[in-house]
Every structure is written in structure tokens, then in C-alpha cells.
């Protein structure tokens, strides 16, 4: 089946730093790729939605300079959050839809700010 | 409009027993209703899926039931294992666009 590889799986930064989000499509190719944060006991909360070739498209409440998104190649997607809080730390999740359809979930990544 | 209600919040069944998971849609327009299984510390997994046009869905132990009239679906787990002890979250979407999530129900399969 579909799979979508997400690294790191968890990662540990200080305050002030950025950190790059990594998802690739493996065998499949990605038209578009979703970005969700999960905080603690919560649901998944939908932060962006990019498309190979442009620009992302944010959700309301999400700051675009902040959690930056490139989606350069329909195999790959990453996703920066730039000058780390601690109220940044969330575990985030990828879910890539195929040009055939489907939805195929990553792994996630744990961050944590100190 | 685009809310998704879900519960219990937390269900704790024995082992062998049935779990019923509740959701319910506002948005007509879905249609795509997903059920993912989350274990902690993992992105989610898609257990099973179910369109408009049918009311039930099977895949061994999981079953999908569907009322579109109520705008309401539900997940069935026959013969609960401690296995199944995980997060589910049931969604809806209109196709290609993303998600949207119920808030989730913790299972717990007593052994």
C-alpha cells in the first residue's frame, strides 16, 4: 500500500531555532500533501494545505511566516517552523492524497521546545 | 457546517465484547466518511471507509454503519481485543479535499 515516510519522528530544539519537517510520498506521487498539529489528547487540526508547484494555503489562525510549507516535488513535502516557542511543541502529521486518490497519513514528529 | 461530533469520549469495553463509536456530520456535502485508528505516539491509520450511497461496510471485525438521512455513521468492533486499545477518530471530507476530524474516542479493551 501507499506509504508516506516522515522524519524526524521526534525532535528536541531550543527556543528561538528552526526545525524542518520532512514527508515523502515512496511510492506514489503526492498532488497534494495536508499538514495537521495534534495537540495532547486532542484531534488532528488541519494547519495547511499545499500542492506541488505553489503555494500552501493556510488555516485560519495559522501564521505562514511562521510554519513555512514547500512543496517542491510531488514526492516531497516539508514543513519549517521557524523561530521555535516552547508552545510550538505538538506533534504534527502529514497526509498526502495521491493523484489516483487516497489518503495515506505519516508517522508524525513529536517537537519539543525547550 | 463543517463540524464532526463524536463519541463516547472514552469507552471501555472486555475482551470479546462489541465497541460502538457514534459520529455525526452537518455538512450534506461530504462525502467520503473515514475511520482512523491511532496508537500513541503515531500518525493516524485508516481502519475503514464508507461513501454516501451505502449504508454498511464491512472489513472483518469493523463495521461501518451509515444513515444519511440522520447524518450519522458508526463504528462497530466485533470481538474487542487489547489490541484494538487505541484512539479512533471518525472524518469526513468532500473528495480531494482534507479532513475534517471528530474530536476522537479513547478505547480501552480490558483483557
Known amino acids: 500500500g501507499a506509504v508516506v515516510s516522515q522524519h524526524p519522528s521526534r525532535v528536541i530544539c531550543k527556543s528561538g531555532t528552526s526545525v524542518k519537517i520532512e514527508c515523502r510520498s515512496l511510492?506514489?506521487?503526492?498532488?497534494?500533501m495536508f499538514w495537521y498539529r495534534q495537540f495532547p489528547k486532542q484531534s488532528l487540526m488541519l494547519m495547511a494545505t499545499?500542492?506541488?508547484?505553489?503555494?500552501?494555503?493556510?488555516e485560519q489562525g495559522v501564521e505562514k511566516d511562521k510554519f513555512l510549507i514547500n512543496h517542491a516535488s510531488l514526492t516531497l513535502s516539508t514543513l519549517t517552523v521557524t523561530s521555535a516557542h516552547p508552545e510550538d511543541s505538538s506533534f504534527y502529521i502529514c497526509s498526502a492524497r495521491a493523484t489516483l486518490g487516497g489518503y495515506t497519513f505519516g508517522s508524525g514528529t513529536r517537537l519539543t521546545v525547550v | 457546517q463543517q463540524q464532526v461530533k463524536q463519541s463516547p469520549q472514552s469507552l471501555i469495553v472486555q475482551k470479546g465484547g462489541i465497541s460502538i463509536i457514534n459520529c455525526a456530520y452537518e455538512n450534506t456535502a461530504f462525502d467520503y466518511f473515514p475511520w482512523y485508528q491511532q496508537f500513541p505516539g503515531k500518525g493516524p491509520a485508516l481502519l475503514i471507509a464508507i461513501r454516501p450511497d451505502v449504508s454498511e461496510k464491512k472489513e472483518g471485525r469493523f463495521t461501518i454503519s451509515f444513515n444519511k438521512s440522520a447524518k450519522q455513521f458508526s463504528l462497530h468492533i466485533m470481538d474487542s481485543q487489547p489490541g484494538d486499545s487505541a484512539t479512533y477518530f471518525c472524518a469526513a471530507s468532500l473528495y480531494g479535499q482534507n479532513f475534517v476530524f471528530g474530536p476522537g474516542t479513547r478505547l480501552s479493551v480490558l483483557p
Open positions: 511510492d506514489f506521487q503526492a498532488t497534494t
Open positions: 499545499s500542492n506541488e508547484g505553489s503555494k500552501a494555503t493556510y
